[in-house]
């Protein structure tokens, strides 16, 4: 039986009562699932906005959460969708595997992980991550359980791959590991004066495997786009020295640490937002550095509940992708514009995507992305909007993961297949069977 | 030191389930004893950790705690008794049978089970037996009596089997968790400071279990909480809704 319990994604905002099912098998979720109106299923949470939320049927798979087969020589697990990807890292990392991509947080289900096709550090040269997975079981909640991929029911499996958990639920997945030497990357940190010097510096790096760069997102006029550009590659064991070559694979100790309280407002200001701008800008001196791959991969996770550093009033993650040959003076317009309105976050993150998924849904386009943190007040989601009509303009697109406020009007002139997946959702009868409140919003 | 092969009676429970993840990171043998479909799990373990582990069938209330032991096939090094039933207080006043699932379920397969492992372990070196109580068995109140008092009685059970057993070397663990987040307790309204995740329990249990620690409180707050709550005079505290 559900209870009632208030939930929101890991933004903080929205907060709705949610009836929560919390099935303890996929036996036990297949069950559950036929006579319940609709219903989506939530992983970790860690979706920022409102896309893990049905106040009538909300389906905890934190339970399904089992290591089902591994393949040493291949690489390949297969898994429940419920398990955490900082499980598998703690599991398969001192074995010298590593997953193919990475999200920035190690708190999120493998589900999870397929719904939003998340993307990292390497998807100019790697992709999203459902350009790796070899398969998903879905179940459809009418009694089918049907395995997806590229050769079986290639139709949904592309509308599963980023399809915000609205095409069923994925109850298990199967993906291959990669072959990492060492717990430590190799990282070099470059400085870019403008937005202009920071493309450059990612144009001419496309041969490093992983590459992010830090935008002083307040730093304006000629020095808009003044960054910190990362580059980073997985360590060889013969790179390390003294104890860390006797034992490449061990992992320095990280003690988490939490955020007792929500913040005051106040805490966020324009002023402390600068300032922490400045102080990690400095930080990030230029040069080459090891590091151990949980800070280098997952800087907040060191934080537990860093979300709370907002408050009680929540916030929302903005983040946009825009096309290459839009993307410079569309990010300018956004920073310019961003900048002026001065409640930006010390988040500001700038990435060249690669390629496009083949997902119906997914987020990534070969150009470049942006993502800040914004208060959730009314003047920011009045910014957001601006913001909104800006991406639009240039072609892009907004990361439906991060989001709890885009209209459909703007979904629509940023995913071209969209009409494809509702058709796909309608055929298969999931438009009845399976909602939350992003698709509600979004008329998804 | 940590006794091997780890036998958790309840393994399907979110505590069980924690506890198997804690030992086998420890490098310990695990054996999974559990309802439903407990062989799944076993291979998630050994996946993980590359610990050995194995699966049994497994029903607290089945009285028949010797057959269970004898084909188990060894004789376990620690066993952790987990399985319990919360129950519905005001299922259990008005229904006989309901009453005594939780009273089967808290103290009569628990201890029998116990009783049955204590036969067996006597001389294994570092043995070791921690049985699961709960903060409930420490005063009768009128919201959950009948869970209490069968984990009161459980308690001063795993209390004279630790006395019993001081010179034979076998050790007695209880633990007295406090509110956790688990399938039991789902839906109910927890104050978070009093309440912990599985994995906090199992880390305590593990950390307790190595300095062999005869009565634990997984969360400390809770030795300070429950003082108080024994030391309401009965008059006054029979008036009071705690």
């Known amino acids: 039986m559900p209870h009632v319990e208030p939930l929101s994604g890991w933004g903080r905002y929205p907060v709705r009562d949610c009836a929560l099912w919390q099935p303890v098998t996929t036996e036990a979720l297949h069950a559950t699932l036929p006579p319940l109106p609709s219903s989506i299923a939530r992983g970790n949470g860690r979706a920022y906005g409102d896309a893990s939320l049905n106040p009538d049927a909300t389906i905890d798979m934190r339970r399904l959460d089992r290591l089902i087969a591994f393949n040493d020589a291949t690489g390949e697990l297969v898994c429940e969708a419920g398990v955490l990807l900082s499980d598998i890292i703690d599991a398969f990392l001192p074995r010298g595997w590593f997953v193919p991509v990475t999200p920035g947080t190690r708190m999120v289900t493998i589900g999870g992980m397929i719904a939003s096709d998340v993307h990292g550090k390497n998807h100019h040269g790697a992709g999203s991550f459902c350009d790796h997975l070899l398969w998903l079981d879905l179940d459809l909640g009418d009694g089918r359980v049907l395995r997806c991929s590229h050769q079986e029911n290639a139709e949904l499996f592309a509308a599963t791959c980023g399809g915000m958990g609205l095409t069923g639920m994925i109850v298990r997945a199967a993906f291959p590991l990669i072959r990492i030497e060492s717990a430590w990357m190799r990282q070099r940190t470059l400085r870019a004066r403008d937005l202009a010097e920071a493309m450059a510096l990612f144009e001419s790096s496309h041969d490093w495997t992983y590459s992010v760069a830090w935008i002083d997102c307040l730093a304006r006029g000629r020095d808009l786009g003044r960054s910190a550009i990362l580059l980073a590659e997985h360590a060889a064991a013969s790179e390390l020295d003294g104890p860390r070559r006797a034992a490449p694979l061990d992992r320095p100790p990280r003690r988490p640490r939490a955020v007792p309280i929500d913040l005051p407002g106040f805490a966020l200001s324009g002023v402390n937002v600068r300032a922490f701008n400045r102080l990690y800008h400095a930080m990030q001196r230029p040069g080459d550095a090891l590091v151990a791959l949980d800070p280098y991969f997952y800087p907040l996770d060191a934080l537990s509940d860093w979300n709370r550093i907002y408050g009680r009033r929540g916030f929302v993650q903005y983040q946009c992708v825009l096309p290459l040959g839009e993307s410079e003076r569309g990010l300018a317009r956004l920073l310019e514009t961003i900048a002026a309105a001065g409640s930006g976050s010390f988040l500001a993150v700038l990435k060249r995507m690669g390629r496009p998924s083949f997902g119906m849904l997914s987020f990534p386009m070969p150009g470049y992305t942006l993502a800040l943190d914004f208060p959730a007040t009314p003047a920011n989601l009045a910014l957001l909007d601006r913001l909104d009509a800006i991406t639009a303009d240039h072609g892009g697109r907004i990361y439906l993961t991060k989001d709890a406020r885009l209209s459909a009007a703007m979904l629509a002139r940023g995913y071209p297949r969209l009409q494809e997946f509702r058709d796909l959702r309608a055929q298969y009868g999931l438009d009845r069977r399976f909602s939350s409140l992003l698709s509600q919003r979004l008329g998804l | ?242």
Not at chain 2, 62 to 81: E, H
Not at chain 2, 139 to 167: D, P
Request: charged share 20%.
């Open chain 2, 1 to 242: 030191m940590i006794a091997s092969p780890v036998l958790i009676l309840g393994a399907r429970s979110d505590i069980g389930k924690a506890l198997a993840r804690g030992y086998a990171a420890q490098g310990c043998e695990v054996i999974l004893a559990g309802r439903g479909d407990i062989a799944a799990d076993a291979t998630d373990l050994g996946l993980r950790s590359g610990a050995k582990a194995r699966a049994v069938a497994f029903d607290v209330t089945d009285g028949a705690p010797d057959r269970f032991f004898d084909s188990l096939g060894v004789v376990p090094g620690t066993v952790v008794m987990v399985a319990g039933l919360l129950g519905d207080q005001a299922e259990s006043a008005a229904d006989d049978s309901a009453a005594q699932r939780v009273m089967d379920s808290n103290f009569n397969g628990p201890a029998r089970y116990l009783l049955a492992a204590a036969r067996r372990m006597a001389g294994v070196p570092d043995g070791c037996i921690i049985g699961i109580s709960s903060v409930a068995g420490e005063r009768g109140r009128a919201s959950n009596f009948v869970y209490g008092s069968a984990k009161a009685g459980f308690t001063a059970f795993l209390s004279g089997l630790r006395n019993a057993h001081a010179k034979t070397g076998l050790h007695v663990m209880t633990v007295k968790p406090g509110f956790v987040r688990t399938q039991m307790t789902a839906g109910m309204k927890l104050p978070p400071v009093m309440t912990a995740e599985p994995g906090q329990v199992a880390d305590a249990i593990i950390a307790a279990h190595r300095a062999r620690r005869d009565v634990i409180y997984t969360l400390g707050r809770w030795r300070l909480v429950m003082a108080v709550i024994r030391a309401i005079p009965e008059p006054l505290f029979k008036r009071l809704s705690l």
